[in-house]
Structure formats: C-alpha cells, structure tokens
C-alpha cells in the first residue's frame, strides 16, 4: 500500500519534494497545510487532496502514515511534538530547529516514541559524496576546509536572527553536515564574523554578512568552514580534505581527488534529492531504516555545530565545546 503523506509547509524548497513524492509510485500526497492557505490549495488542487491552514486541524482531519515538514527554523517545535504523540513519522527539511533549546525536547520526544525521522540533508545521498566517504575512510585525515558564499536569499525570515539562526545554521549547515559525514564528529568551534554591509541592503538584516570558524575534529583533524551572503549572485559551495598522501575535493557535482596514482575525477550520477525522498518511503514500508543517512538524532549534532559558532561569534571567539550543547 502506498504511504498516506500530509505536507506542512508548502512553499520554497517544499515544491521539490513534493513533485518528486508524487513521481513516487508508493507515496500518496493527500493533505498539505501551510500559514498560507492559498500556497497549500495551489498543492492540493496541483497534487490533489485536501488543504488546510492549521496543522493540528489537518491531522485531526486525516488519516496520515506520515509528515513532511518543510518550515522555516522558527517555526518548528509544535508540529514535530504533535507528531511524536501521534505516532507519525517525520521527513524534516534541515535545520531541524532555530537553536538547541527548541531541539532537545524533541529529540528526546522522538526517542520516547521510537519514531522513525529522515533529516534533508540531501548531500549524503549524492552518490559522489557517498564516493568520497568511502576513499577517505582509511586515510589520515589533517585538514578540512569547506565554503557556503553566495547571495542573500529573498524572504525576510531568512535574515532576521530570531527566525533563522543565520547562514551558518540555516545554509552552510549542508557543508557543516557534510563535513561530519565525511571526516567525523566536531568537538570544539572558535568562530568570529562580521557585519559590514548587508545591514544597508535590508532595514531587517541582523545575521552575520560572513563568518569563519575554527573546527577541531574527535579524530584530531583541524579544519574551517566560512560562509557569506554578500556576494550579488551565486557564489560557490564546496569541501576539501587533505589526509597524508591524498586530497580531495567536493564541489557542486563534481568529485576530484589526487595522491600518488595521480588525479581522478567522477561527476555525480545520482541524485541526492531524489533518493532522500526514496529513502523515506523505502524506510517506512519495510520498516528497515538502514536507507536513512541522516535521522533526527543525527542532525542534531549538526545543529550544535552551528550553534556553538554562533555562540562563539557572541563570546568574542571563545572556543565552545559542542558536547556541552547536546
């Protein structure tokens, strides 16, 4: 039988997941909800199935085997609760909270019920970056150093604090993320960053125009990962590992590494987005959750990354231990 999906939130990067569940043969959309009723009746009368403005009112109404959450860092917490004393599992659109006080609860909401989550962190789907996690798992790893510089994004939550967290835990949590999966756990952080000109742009602007941090790996590695929002167009994002003998690199689709062999390259052949969706589908009908690469549990720490940079940037570049977030 095919999986009975409610959609909360329906705009933004939701349109994509929604057409590729509904390419899915063992997915049904039937409901979608969002604080704005026109954007879920568009989905509902796109997709078919019913549109709600309340999400409480939504899974009082409908007998759903599943949520897809796509909302912005503010405004989870309740829906995610509601879940856990429902019994629904959880498709979650990263970051999966604002900060950790907000996190904690429902990860431990989601513990108690045993429920499963998929987390949207796409990358670990890439069948390039899944490449990269395999040849560098016997190396020695010395150096990371990643990068999220691009534009500042057109909706006005994305640039106010309080409702996104900034660029470092709303956007360049991808490349925060990706570090981890592919070098291991971060334990210590010492970030600055700046405010020098987007707060002339936008009267709203109060997030960092660029940050850098230090990263300090379980392993030993030492590594940065900065990010911007000022450049005019889309800059770049990408990833580099340097081990003893081998460097590599992840940039857009592209995989390049060189050792002692020489160079290799391999372009991405599978995408990311389509499988995580798979994976959900997959990991809820035969009840095997190994296709999840990242689950709730797991973000988490993702989170605390980030919001250790941010508390270090408030700190003055106090280094933060990111276990004493969890």
């Not at 989170?303 to 250790?308: D, I, K, S, Y």
Request: charge should be negative.
């Amino acid at each position: 039988m095919s999986v009975k999906l409610g959609f909360i939130g329906t705009g933004g990067v939701a349109g994509g997941h929604l057409q590729r569940f509904n390419e899915n043969p063992d997915a049904q959309l039937v409901a979608y909800c969002d604080v704005e009723l026109s954007r879920a009746q568009q989905a509902a009368n796109q997709y078919g199935g019913q549109a709600y403005q309340d999400f409480r009112a939504m899974l009082d109404s409908e007998d759903l085997d599943a949520l897809v959450i796509c909302v912005p860092p503010f405004a989870h917490g309740d829906i995610e609760l509601e879940a856990c004393r429902r019994g629904l599992p959880m498709f979650i659109e990263k970051p999966v909270a604002l900060d950790m006080d907000m996190a904690r609860p429902i990860g431990e909401a989601i513990g108690e019920a045993g429920l499963l989550t998929l987390v949207a962190y796409k990358y670990r789907w890439d069948d390039h970056v899944i490449k990269a996690r395999d040849m560098l798992a016997d190396k020695n790893i010395g150096l990371v150093f990643g990068n999220f510089w691009g534009a500042t994004p057109e909706v006005s939550w994305w640039r106010v604090m309080s409702k996104s967290g900034g660029q470092m835990v709303e956007q360049a949590t991808h490349i925060v993320d990706m570090a981890r999966y592919l070098c291991g756990e971060i334990t210590e952080v010492q970030a600055f960053g700046t405010q020098q000109a987007m707060a002339e742009v936008y009267a709203d602007f109060d997030i960092q125009d660029a940050i850098t941090a230090n990263l300090r790996f379980a392993s030993g590695a030492v590594g940065t990962i900065s990010c911007t929002c000022m450049v005019d167009t889309w800059g770049q994002s990408s990833l580099r590992v340097l081990a003893h003998g081998f460097t590599l690199s992840i940039a857009g689709d592209s995989l390049t590494w060189a050792d002692s062999n020489g160079p290799g390259e391999y372009t991405k052949q599978v995408d990311g987005y389509h499988s995580e969706d798979d994976a959900f589908i997959q990991a809820i009908q035969t009840g095997d959750s190994s296709p999840v690469h990242s689950d709730y549990a797991d973000a988490l720490r993702t989170l605390a990354v980030t919001v250790a940079v941010n508390q270090s940037i408030q700190r003055d570049g106090q280094v933060i231990s990111v276990a004493e977030l969890l």
